[in-house]
């Protein structure tokens, strides 16, 4: 995972929102397991209020990884996507 010092200049772009915690983590795992390095962007507002969705009711965090990254990321997540 990315850190706010280890992303430095490198372009973030956003590749899956989950639409609970749960999808979340499996979205981590499988970026974890292929060596991507992401950055959860709004997880800090939902470890402030679990449980509480922002946004009208959406889950409010965003998968983000470098866009050299982005569409091997996006391919992973696809799948994920498809278990659903």
């Not at 995972?1 to 899956?16: D, I, K, N, R």
């Not at 470890?47 to 091997?72: N, S």
């Amino acid at each position: 995972m990315y850190s706010a010092q280890q992303s430095g200049f490198t372009e973030l772009v956003t590749v899956f929102r989950p639409a609970n915690n749960h999808e979340l983590i499996l979205a981590q795992s499988l970026l974890q397991s292929a060596g991507i390095n992401f950055f959860v962007k709004g997880e800090g507002l939902q470890k402030l209020y679990p449980g509480v969705h922002f946004g009208f009711g959406i889950y409010a965090v965003e998968l983000q990884v470098a866009k050299k990254d982005a569409p091997v990321a996006a391919e992973l997540l696809r799948e994920l996507q498809k278990i659903e």
